[in-house]
């Protein structure tokens, strides 16, 4: 277990770092209109995100610190929802450059070391 533990966490880490970068380029790809790629890159991210909060409750469950807050990223899948249902796509790609990068790009990593 505590095998699949350290490589949940390592994953988890590795993920959130590329989040930031992954949310400029969503928001590029908007600005650049090419909806398409885009829209399949929020799907992407989504379903990372998912994913992301599904190991962080695992992890934690196994007694490791998290510094996740669920709550705005919820916030933010409601919204970019929101912004793609009425096609404001300027909203949208403000949301993954203004928000949801800095919001990843602050979020501490996992420290892994005490697991044995």
């Known amino acids: 277990m505590d095998d699949i533990l350290k490589e949940t966490i390592g994953s988890y880490n590795e993920y959130v770092g590329k989040l930031p ?12 209109d ?8 929020i799907k992407d991210f989504t379903e990372g995100v998912m994913w992301l909060i599904d190991a962080s409750n695992l992890i934690e469950k196994n007694g490791v610190t998290i510094y996740l807050d669920i709550n705005p990223i919820l916030s933010y899948l409601n919204e970019i929802n929101d912004g793609l249902q009425i096609q404001d796509y300027n ?3 403000d949301l993954f450059e203004y928000e949801i ?6 979020l501490q990593a996992i420290d892994s ?4």
């Open 101 to 106: 990068a800095p919001f990843f790009s602050d």
């Open 21 to 32: 970068v992954g949310s400029r380029i969503i928001a590029e790809k908007i600005r650049e």
């Open 91 to 93: 909203l949208v790609a």
């Open 34 to 41: 090419q909806i398409t790629e885009a829209l399949n890159s």
């Open 113 to 116: 070391t005490p697991i044995v």
